[in-house]
């Protein structure tokens, strides 16, 4: 297997610029639009006491007390490590 490096730069993009609700999206998280609010089924406890943030990029748990940025959510949702999550962002997103 090979080794893939990846910048602090695209490792900010990705936190920062790919959307948060495009992530819950890709990794199939069930979402629902309550009261005109985007909820998500949250990656740790299941439920939707949730919210996403756009100028932050984060999504929520408030159960959990938990943010979530694209990484995390990928990480979480995918049991995965960090670099196995930034590369599932890098090969199922376009920048
Ligand atoms: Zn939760």
Redesign the pocket.
């Known amino acids: 297997m090979t080794k893939r490096y990846f910048s602090d730069d695209f490792i900010r993009m990705l936190r920062n610029h790919v959307p948060i609700d495009t992530v819950i999206a890709l990794l199939n998280i069930e979402a629902r639009i309550a009261h005109n609010l985007f909820r998500f089924r949250?990656p740790?406890?299941g439920?939707f006491h949730t919210a996403v943030e756009q100028n932050t990029n984060l999504a929520r748990?408030f159960?959990?007390k938990?943010n979530f940025n694209p990484i995390d959510m990928v990480m979480t949702a995918m049991n995965s490590s960090f670099i196995e999550a930034v590369q599932f962002l890098e090969d199922n997103i376009n920048p």
Request: net charge neutral; glycine share 0%.
């Open positions: 949250c740790l406890c439920k748990c159960d959990c938990q």
